[in-house]
């Protein structure tokens, strides 16, 4: 996955908008954090990953999902976007959406989805 297609990814969220974290782009979902890209490292940001879950992505794919001792005592871990199916991405990103978008907005796109 490019950069180009993560934030195509991104912003097919509702509610979805762009700004910046850190100086690198990021993204709200009613003003809260949705994801963000890492330059340094060419990854986005993934919140709302238990501790478990994230312990077990990083055996599991290592080439993928990693860490930095920033992220550590956070629900969060980071993804290479080179090797990050989008598919894995939007999925990540639509259980972070239920969380932050409005009640109505879930509403609206569960009933659109059928």
């Given at each position: 996955m490019s950069p180009e297609e993560m934030r195509q990814i991104?912003?097919?969220?509702?509610?979805?908008?762009?700004?910046?974290?850190?100086?690198q782009p990021a993204f709200k979902v009613n003003g809260k954090f949705f994801?963000?890209?890492?330059?340094?490292?060419?990854?986005v940001v993934l919140s709302g990953?238990?501790?478990d879950e994230r312990e077990m992505l990083m055996e599991?794919?290592?080439?993928t999902f990693h860490l930095t001792a920033h992220y550590k005592d956070y629900p969060m871990v980071l993804a290479r976007i080179a090797t990050l199916h989008p598919g894995s991405f939007r999925n990540f990103l639509e259980r972070r959406?239920?969380?932050?978008?409005p009640k109505a907005a879930v509403?609206?796109?569960?009933a659109a989805r059928g």
């Open positions: 991104v912003l097919s969220f509702p509610g979805a908008e762009e700004g910046a974290s850190y100086g994801t963000r890209l890492r330059r340094d490292d060419a990854s990953v238990t501790f599991a794919e290592p080439a959406w239920r969380k932050i978008a509403k609206a796109w569960d």
